[in-house]
């Protein structure tokens, strides 16, 4: 065996240290409030980041074709897993997402799934190779194998997960060798007569306006926030006064305004609008340049990959945390609409966090094996 990527591994250790500095400094005021511990959830998320690094470290040590065995299991267990929480799964905030362990843990069944979803279309694709060319054969057989995955997840409803599944899947298909006009013009049908369909039911169902009422609110606030400054508007609002009030350098670490109650939760999907306050525009293009660095490393380890199954592994996970930070600053910029995107290493969120970490296991593995 190869060495493991050095690069690699320094850059995902940066990243996740700049991330707790970061919740540290978001939820200090939010913990505060809440249980008058301003040390509340960095400490549970600083325990999941050293978790985390020793599953990392042992992952990576797990020969990764292992995993090639059971690719049809983790379809299964995806399913499983999703069915779940429809079934005993705790609604928060008008959705069901959560599993609850015990009263304070917690985990997201769709965490898990991005990654089953990786190895089952890495085992398929490599399996299915000769014939990915074909519209049937290639295209139509795998996408409506992710239908069922996608369609649990928005009944729970979970759209951004969906979106960030069908993009992994859609790379991954397109590496392994589906054609990208497939995509291109079946995703236009699949739009406009998707778009069609939901303004039907829309319109004629109380049961589909009430369960999707959170995405055409989230369209009409994006197209112009401060038309309710007060409630949906208020978020985005409050990231774009932080982002603003940045400058160049910052207000300096702990110095931001906003976490002070004004973003709700800004230890979550929000955390980059504090970053951008505290450290500025230089702070944010250190950030960039870590994850640009984190996606070229990820890239070259698929290139190098022995067999195919690893590179689209590779490729997957590498796709996985480049879709998430694209979606989460594009939120957070008011560049699209709003989704419950985490930013990985960043975000708070243990389970997540740890899992994340898993995954950059299996991607240090196949590093090793690289040539």
Not at 78 to 91: C, M, N, R
Not at 269 to 287: H, M, Y
Not at 301 to 318: E, H, Q, R, Y
Not at 356 to 366: A, N, P, R, T
């Amino acid at each position: 065996n190869n060495p493991i990527d050095f690069t690699l591994l320094i850059t995902i250790l940066l990243l996740l240290s700049i991330g707790l500095i970061m919740v540290l400094s978001a939820s200090s005021p939010s913990a505060l409030a809440e249980s008058g511990n301003s040390y509340s959830y960095f400490s549970k998320q600083l325990i999941f980041a050293i978790l985390g690094i020793v599953a990392m470290l042992f992952i990576s040590k797990i020969d990764y074709r292992f995993y090639e065995k059971f690719y049809k299991h983790a379809w299964i267990i995806s399913l499983i897993l999703l069915a779940l929480v429809l079934i005993a799964g705790k609604t928060v905030n008008g959705a069901k997402r959560w599993i609850y362990v015990t009263e304070t843990l917690s985990f997201q069944p769709s965490e898990v799934v991005k990654l089953l979803m990786i190895v089952f279309y890495a085992g398929i694709l490599v399996k299915d190779r000769d014939e990915l060319g074909s519209y049937t054969k290639g295209f139509i057989k795998h996408i409506c194998l992710l239908a069922p995955i996608i369609g649990l997840l928005l009944l729970q409803p979970h759209f951004s997960a969906s979106i960030v599944i069908i993009g992994i899947c859609s790379i991954m298909m397109i590496m392994a060798g589906c054609k990208f006009w497939q995509f291109a013009a079946t995703g236009l049908v699949g739009i406009c007569a998707g778009g069609g369909i939901a303004t039907v039911l829309y319109l004629a169902s109380e049961w589909f306006r009430n369960k999707f009422q959170y995405i055409v609110t989230r369209f009409i606030t994006f197209t112009d926030p401060w038309k309710d400054a007060t409630d949906s508007g208020w978020q985005i609002i409050q990231s774009l006064y932080a982002i603003g009030s940045g400058g160049l350098f910052g207000a300096g670490l702990g110095e931001s305004k906003q976490k002070y109650l004004y973003l709700s939760e800004p230890h979550n999907d929000f955390i980059f609008a504090v970053l951008a306050e505290e450290l500025g525009f230089v702070g944010c293009l250190v950030v960039f340049l870590l994850f640009a660095i984190f996606i070229w490393r990820g890239v070259l380890i698929a290139m190098k990959a022995p067999d195919m199954f690893g590179s689209l592994v590779a490729i997957g996970i590498t796709s996985l945390v480049g879709v998430q930070v694209i979606i989460n600053i594009a939120v957070v910029t008011s560049s699209m609409p709003v989704t419950g995107m985490q930013l990985p290493f960043f975000s708070y969120g243990g389970t997540a966090l740890f899992l994340l970490l898993c995954e950059m296991g299996v991607l240090l593995s196949i590093s090793r094996a690289s040539s």
